[in-house]
């Protein structure tokens, strides 16, 4: 089905025209912006068992303590710093079954010349001309109304935080917490460096567009559509492309194909192979080795945003 260029006012002298290819454009950003009020595919920040796939967080922790009566335990012999792994699933996807909105009689979406006969658009070609394309937009991987982004704050102008709490830690020991005056230490100190959160892209500024025309019903005059009328039709195609039809539909995932949606949630790791430490009190001789090394990134978890079938 192809595109079509749907009938306006003129601005001047009342006379209808179609609509430039900047105007249509206009009227995709509308829709985007109505769609952020009402999204029908959403993301959550959940308890445990979300859908989208886990991540995993890993930090060095100090190895077991090694005690000996009568001398150090060698350094070899020692237990090695072990890796601590946290699996965070907090992320999950929701869908809205809708409904486009009902062609009756053939004529309640915009008009547009054909030749010199002015005729009703059908629903596939309003898919073709708005909805498609507006959902096409959503999935660029751009902030988009209505689609959702990882942030490392707990604000973010032009965005609303979906909770409070955060989807992904990224921790790492604390090698200042270790010390041989403290041995035996507690084997896992860990500090948090980033903090990651879940937000939603809000509306855009409000998009001046044209409302185009349709045909009454009643007496087959042709009016123009109120505003109202006009956002319900662009909400309703929107939700329903984004969340129902096959091949633009959106779908989030992790670490999957798609388009970024903000920052990559990193997983660094201290990358040392022990810093070996003793303490004697008394007869009882202690060896531990504690975290060290410099931050290596082990792996960066990615929001994606697709389009699937």
Do not use: C
């Amino acid at each position: 089905m192809t595109a079509r260029a749907p009938l306006r006012l003129t601005d001047s002298n009342n006379n209808l025209i179609e609509m430039t290819s900047t105007e249509i454009t206009a009227q995709l950003n509308h829709a985007m912006n109505l769609y952020a009020g009402s999204p029908s595919v959403t993301l959550s920040k959940v308890s445990g068992s979300g859908t989208l796939a886990s991540m995993t967080d890993t930090r060095t922790a100090a190895g077991a303590v090694s005690n000996s009566s009568t001398a150090f335990v060698a350094e070899g012999s020692t237990q090695e710093p072990q890796t601590v792994t946290v699996t965070y699933d907090l992320i999950s996807e929701s869908r809205v079954n809708t409904s486009p909105t009902s062609d009756t009689n053939n004529i309640a979406f915009p008009v547009w010349n054909n030749g010199g006969n002015i005729q009703a658009m059908t629903y596939a070609e309003m898919e073709e001309t708005f909805f498609t394309p507006a959902v096409n937009l959503l999935a660029d991987g751009s902030d988009r109304p209505g689609t959702f982004r990882i942030h490392t704050a707990t604000s973010l102008s032009g965005h609303t935080l979906t909770s409070s709490d955060a989807i992904f830690l990224d921790t790492r020991a604390n090698t200042g917490l270790y010390s041989s005056g403290g041995i035996p230490e507690t084997v896992d100190q860990p500090q948090t460096i980033t903090s990651y959160y879940l937000f939603s892209t809000d509306a855009a500024t409000a998009v001046t567009h044209k409302i185009p025309f349709y045909i009454d019903n009643t007496n087959k005059n042709i009016n123009q559509y109120t505003q109202s009328e006009w956002n319900a039709i662009l909400l309703a195609g929107i939700r329903h492309t984004a969340s129902e039809i096959s091949g633009v539909k959106l779908s989030y995932n992790i670490n999957g194909s798609g388009n970024n949606k903000g920052s990559g949630m990193v997983n660094t790791k201290l990358n040392g192979s022990g810093n070996y430490q003793t303490r004697q009190v008394g007869d009882d001789y202690r060896s531990q080795e504690f975290p060290d090394g410099s931050a290596a990134t082990i792996a960066t978890h990615r929001l994606k945003l697709d389009q699937i079938s």
